[in-house]
């Protein structure tokens, strides 16, 4: 199985500040035949479901507003939220989909 | 609009079997792959399965292997997860999430599962 794994699990940032997760998995999820990561980034606010937000490593999903972006290939990747809102707080996830499903144990993210 | 929504979670003992339901709504349903993903209290995101559009390709998690069927009716646009042999670990909430061209880009409220005596 692949194990992803992320940090830090608890992150404090002031509003409008940048705030950065990491995600590295144990063995590479980029695909060499057409060369993307199947990596996806998740949102999860108490009490809702996850939201997608990022998936092939870097591509935002529809809606997603574009203080999030991800970047990273083959086992290291990052999710960043340019300047932080107030709405950006929740708990993050990375998903690996190469090899069947695996998430990250999750990043809390508050309000410094 | 696209929506799931879960139904069936509930207090069941030990040993005990549940069946979860997903109702789909807004897409057609049959041409995509369906997955269960749980989450414990407090915890982080487990997969649990998945069934291809037409139910010929099931693929489950260790862990819960030989006790739990996942299956779909495309007739009535509905997922399934019929559980058996529970244990108090698979006390979490349950998720039906959709596949498509992009990875679980639809999750469904969740229903929660209670193991306990």
């Known amino acids: 199985d692949i194990v992803m794994t992320q940090s830090p699990d608890s992150l404090a940032v002031s509003l409008g500040e940048r705030a950065t997760i990491n995600c590295k998995s144990s063995?590479?999820?980029?695909?060499?035949?057409?060369?993307?990561?199947?990596l996806a980034w998740y949102q999860q606010k108490p009490g809702q479901p996850p939201k997608l937000l990022i998936y092939?490593?870097?591509t935002r999903e529809s809606g997603v507003p574009d203080r999030f972006s991800g970047s990273g290939s083959g086992t290291d990747f990052t999710l960043t939220i340019s300047s932080l809102q107030a709405e950006d707080v929740a708990i993050y996830y990375c998903?690996?989909?190469?090899?069947?499903?695996?998430f990250g144990q999750g990043t809390k993210l508050e309000i410094k | 609009e696209v929506q799931l929504v879960e139904s069936g979670g509930g207090l069941v003992q030990p040993g005990g079997s549940l069946r979860l339901s997903c109702a789909a709504s807004?897409?057609?349903?049959?041409?995509?792959?369906m997955n269960w993903v749980r989450q414990a209290p407090g915890k982080g995101l487990v997969w649990v399965s998945r069934?291809?559009?037409?139910?010929?390709?099931?693929n489950y998690a260790d862990s819960v292997k030989g006790r739990f069927t996942i299956s779909r009716d495309n007739a009535k646009n509905t997922l399934y997860l019929q559980m058996n042999s529970l244990r108090a670990e698979d006390t979490a909430v349950y998720y039906c999430?959709?596949?498509?061209?992009?990875?679980?880009?639809?999750w469904g409220q969740g229903t929660l599962v209670t193991v306990s005596s």
């Open positions: 999430v959709r596949v498509g061209a992009l990875p679980f880009d639809c």
């Open positions: 807004g897409f057609t349903f049959s041409n995509y792959w």
């Open positions: 069934i291809n559009s037409d139910g010929s390709s099931i």
């Open positions: 063995q590479s999820v980029l695909y060499d035949s057409n060369n993307k990561n199947y």
């Open positions: 092939w490593a870097s």
């Open positions: 998903q690996q989909y190469y090899n069947w499903y695996t």
